[in-house]
């Protein structure tokens, strides 16, 4: 009888050791959510998750499970609703003009005592990442991530054939555009069109904004170019290159996804986007049989040249998540924080290199060296960038959202006057000053 008890109860101890080793075994989970959806974006996301659960995550016993969201706004929304659940992302990417409201909700962490404790040395991201709303003050609420600047794309195949010169200035632009847009002789009807002014606002033509004096906002909480003149000469000015025919008027959604497709069928010779989308691009054009030009975003004064820098910023978000979960998170945002990590991500996507050891690695050197267009988008942005955040307004989506109502009614539809867009901006944003 007591031998039989006695092998009871060893059964008993091995198997509580068993569920206990195995209870031990199960990896801290990661939740990252992202906004990368397809193509070189959506490749070279999951090629970096894979590479770290096969590597750091393995040997820390860590598992990241990267999950598609959908655009910034969707993350947003969905990390705010999350916050209420146990489904709660644990590293998220965060479009940067979304941060500051997350930070006001408590919902980020700050990552400066992870960064303190790990020897993460935050003085390697460029200047203009540590000097946004969040990152000042010895906080570290956010990380760069997918951060781009916006590129001019060109047909360079029939621009060459027409021994025209990629455009630098805005007067050169309206002449190259002039020169490429095509017309049905029989019906006047337009078949290619010259260029495109897509319907981002606070990222294409709110560097204009900048350059004409007058930016979209100041640090006083206060619109200088709805105060101004340079909201309406810019919208004279746009106004008057959709009625003359060379610029096609922007789409209402998917514009960047319409106008990357004309572009590819040769409907259309130019636009302004995120240096995000050039790999994708330039395969494209390439399978096309055209090449792609990417240059500077034309400028209104050279010498007041100025650029934004949108994007996505990493974060670690707090509802729902313990210390060990956080620190698991932090080794993550390490991992794509190293060198090797943001040079892949450069290089097989077109966003920028967003670390000082970066920009000086010497395969980046090497990628650029053979690669010249990629590194377009990097000299504007370290030359002539502002990064789209600064100066901090915690109303922007919606200040951004009704200057776009207005200008749906200008360029689109044509049923109103610059002078009158000017005026409902006025009236539709007057509450938020």
Known sequence: MKKITALLLALLMALSLSSFACAEEQPTLVRFWHNRSSGANLEACEKAVDEFNN?????KNIFVEATYQGGYPDLYAKCQLASQTEETPTVAVIGNTYVVNLM????????????????FDVNNLLDCFQQI??????????LPYVRSTPVLYYNKTIADELNLTAPNTMEDLENFAR????RDPATGEITRYGFEVLGDFGFVNAAWLWELGEPMLSTEGTSPALDGTSMLNMLTLWRKWVDEGICRPKDSANASSTASAMLVQGKLCSYMASSGSMKNLLKSMEEA??????????????SKRTCEVGGGQLTLMAPGNDEKTL?????????????????????????????KSVANYDKMQAFW??????????????????????????????????????????????SITPEQAVQQMKDSNAHLF
Do not use: R
Request: charged share 15%.
């Open 289 to 302: 049989g055209y090449e792609l030009g990417v240059v500077y975003q034309p400028s209104f004064d050279p």
């Open 369 to 414: 060296a053979e690669n010249p267009t990629y590194k377009v988008p990097f000299d504007q942005m370290m030359n002539y960038g502002v990064c789209q955040e600064y100066p901090s307004f915690p109303d922007l989506q919606e200040f951004i959202a009704n200057i776009e109502a207005a200008c749906s009614y200008l360029i689109q539809e044509q």
């Open 327 to 355: 620190a698991a998170g932090w080794e993550f945002l390490q991992f794509l924080m190293s060198d090797k990590q943001v040079f892949n991500n450069s290089m097989a996507t077109g966003y920028l290199p967003i670390t």
């Open 133 to 142: 709303e969040g990152n000042t003050d010895g906080h570290l609420y956010s």
């Open 179 to 182: 020169a490429l847009t095509l």
């Open 55 to 59: 590597t750091i995550g393995k040997e």
């Open 104 to 119: 006001q909700d408590d919902l980020l962490v700050d990552m400066a005592p992870y960064a303190a404790a790990t020897g």
